[in-house]
């Protein structure tokens, strides 16, 4: 009996292990490719390049400029409205209808595909309310994905903050909205950052929402208000890689904007990353 | 009042009002989505639209059938789901219970990468490097199929599962796991009797979320599955290409006049969409509030 | 140190010396535990009684950091050896710890969780379970609801399934980590009174902080200070005429 037991346990660890190191291997081999056959088709010219003869030469700089906008403006409205939001549940809201319903729509928001957040940009922003396919609808739809991601990377921050701080100051005479000011925030705001940097990652690779309000498969200069259209890095390369004028010569253009995506998104994880533990480091202390 | 009391209450007002953003934004959101999809049965009769077998949108007149989509959708999330599942929850025992932590904390960020990774780029590897082994391990005469989808969601719905899955089994209370071992039990006994049973809410929540997610993927399918919008076969269908609900609405609504029947169908598609995931949504988390250890 | 018990002698540990990193916490420990009789670890909070108790059936494997040398034999084999399995080991030694710790599963399965693991036959288990919950003084309160989840009943009962759970087992020891200092005073008493019961069969070993516990159910009692041993004796020597000035003091509630 026991022999048999021994026997099971080896096997079971070992095919964990060869699970998780399938799982490894997954995210080495795309690295591996993307990175591969990506690097030799960057230079500062992809970089600063507008696309030349349909998309065939030249860089993607207007692409990467696209992006960088919906970034700053998916940024602008969902930052201040998720960290408001995340400060009222965790040091107003009290247990009840409103704040239940206030959770189960963060959660669905979060579980809601991107696709989703497209049909309603297009049906609201674009549509209803005029904006047209532009900057500004797409980054209204990106701010409203990206509201959960904030929400609950800032309520995390705000509740590693201890008890004793607030009472702290609260036993000083000090109100609630000045304790949070003062004290509560800034020990919660690299909490706070390292959320709003992997939204930010969230942005830049987005492509269906952008795709149904707004995103423009070739412009022949960078958008001159929020009410254009714009190009962006990962519609650039679904556009490249499925119906550009010539896919198969174009395959390095795709690999470069490919790796380029790549680079941000680790970028800004690697950044959230050691924000996280240099604060968490200085915690401690 | 004082001053400083009036100004208090005009801060938590308007923080109540930042705080209700949440639920503002989702109720627009079901408004403006099942607004336009509605529209649609003013002119296509609803049992059409649920029980057609064909989505023929530019026939004349066009059939506007949903079951083709919701099966194509279904049938590469099945398939991503049944490896993926195992592979998941396999990776997030190691991870929690036999991992020493300097490996572990080299996995999680691995994962959070992987998490990372554009969904275009998932899509644009599918593309470029899966589909033609697929095609060519397989044999058949395009490798852009229902299983090349169902292979890439499924490396995408790994994160989610091994992470929340990894909170759940690195929650259950060392006591429990000490109470096994103190019986003579194996660490492996401990694991599959003690260990993930106790997890077993938490899991199931990680699956459902893995679910929610690869049904509403949309680029990644959209770039392998080759986009046929017929009604898949089981198993046969995962050889053959197929159109999911997420790949029609990406891929028709930039061709699709404003306001048309087509337009309306799109959301409809979506409205449907949505519902799927918000149950699921649902669910999950009502799997996941279910058993909370409070030892 | 007596070691001429009258049941002879279950487990002889010497020069047991156990560090966690760099805290040396056991320092050349040395004992002799008597069979089928109640051995009681008393000392101030700290000093090293769960260490040393973990040590009995090798529970301190689990934490990376620990390391320990010397030796500690059962009932005449040495456990520390390379071919000792662990978990052989815990199966003749077993452990109720300081909160109760059912698993999330029925009543039932708590109790028939071992030996299903160990392989009982299918139509023995029932009358395993039955058995188990009765000399855990449980039957009586639980027979009309097996199934329900452990995690319903009160402290008081889920200790006293935890230790039908490892009777199930069929152990020789008995390593009791203050199971009663999660607990109100009616369920205490039941638990020494179960304990008291159990000591014709099994040989036990509890680590209490409670004195007067200690003096009630023990027949033997050692005390413990700051990763020593300091005094090990027949638990009426212990408290009515203690050899060490330290043992006196904490008898007495100079300390701790
Ligand atoms: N898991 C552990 N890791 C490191 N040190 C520990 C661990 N458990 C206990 N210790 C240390 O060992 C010493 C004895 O602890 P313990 O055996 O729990 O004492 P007692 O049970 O007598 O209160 C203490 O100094 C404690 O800090
Ligand atoms: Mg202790």
Known sequence: ?285 | MSGKNIREKGIQSLLFLSGTVAVVALFLLCIFLFREGILLFEDYPVSSFLTNTKWFPTASPPIFGLLPLLLGSLIVTAGAIMFSVPLGIAAAIYISELANPRISSILKPVTEILAGIPSVVFGFFGLVILAPVVQRTLEIPTGQTALTGSIMLGIMALPTIISISEDAISSVPRSIKEGSLALGSTKWQTIYRVTVPAALSGISAAVMLGIGRAIGETMTVMMVTGNSAVIPGFPSGLFAPVRTMTATIALEMGEVPQGSDHFHALFAVGSVLFITTFIINILANYVKRRYRFNL | MPDNFANGTEIEVTNLNLWYGENHALHDISINIPKNSVTAFIGPSGCGKSTFLRCLNRMNDLITSCRTEGNVGINGQAIYTKDVDVVDLRKRVGMVFQKPNPFPMSIYDNVAYGPRIHGAKKNAIDGIVEDALKAGALWGEVSDRLNSPALDLSGGQQQRLCIARTLAVKPEVILFDEPCSALDPISTSKIEDLILELKKNYTIVIVTHNMQQAARISDYTAFFLLGDLIEFGKTEQIFESPKEKATEDYITGRFG
Not at chain 1, 23 to 44: D, K, T
Not at chain 1, 136 to 158: D, H
Not at chain 1, 176 to 187: D, F, H, M, N
């Open chain 1, 1 to 285: 009996m026991f022999s048999n037991a021994k026997l099971n346990e080896k096997i079971a660890f070992a095919l964990l292990k060869v699970a998780t190191g399938l799982v490894v291997a997954f995210v080495l081999v795309i690295l591996y490719y993307i990175i591969y056959n990506g690097y030799s088709a960057i230079n500062l010219e992809f970089i600063t390049d507008m696309p030349r003869n349909r998309m065939t030469e030249g860089g993607i700089y207007p692409a990467i400029m696209g992006t960088t906008y919906l970034i700053i403006g998916s940024m602008a409205v969902a930052l201040p409205l998720g960290i408001l939001s995340a400060i009222y549940l965790t040091e107003y809201a009290q247990p009840g209808r409103t704040t239940w319903a206030i959770e189960m729509a963060i959660n669905n928001l979060a579980g809601t595909p991107s696709v989703v957040f497209g049909l309603f940009g297009l049906a609201m922003f674009v549509k209803y309310l005029g904006f047209g396919p532009s900057i500004i609808s797409a980054s209204l739809t990106l701010a409203l994905l990206i509201l959960p991601v904030i929400i609950r990377a800032s309520q995390e921050a705000l509740l590693t903050v201890p008890k004793e701080y607030r009472e702290a100051s609260l036993a000083l005479g000090v109100t609630k909205w000045e304790t949070i000011r003062r004290v509560v925030l800034p020990a919660a705001i690299p909490g706070m950052v390292t959320g709003a940097i992997l939204s930010i990652g969230r942005v830049a690779g987005e492509t269906a929402p952008i795709l149904l309000t707004g995103a423009a498969y070739f412009l022949p200069r960078l958008p001159d208000s929020v009410y254009s259209q714009f190009m962006a890095l990962p519609y650039h390369l679904y556009v490249l890689a499925t119906s550009g004028t010539n896919i198969a010569q174009t395959r390095p253009i795709q690999y470069g904007t490919a790796l380029i995506l790549l680079t941000i998104v680790l970028c800004v994880n690697l950044v959230a990353v050691s924000v996280r533990s240099h604060y968490r480091s200085k915690m401690r202390r």
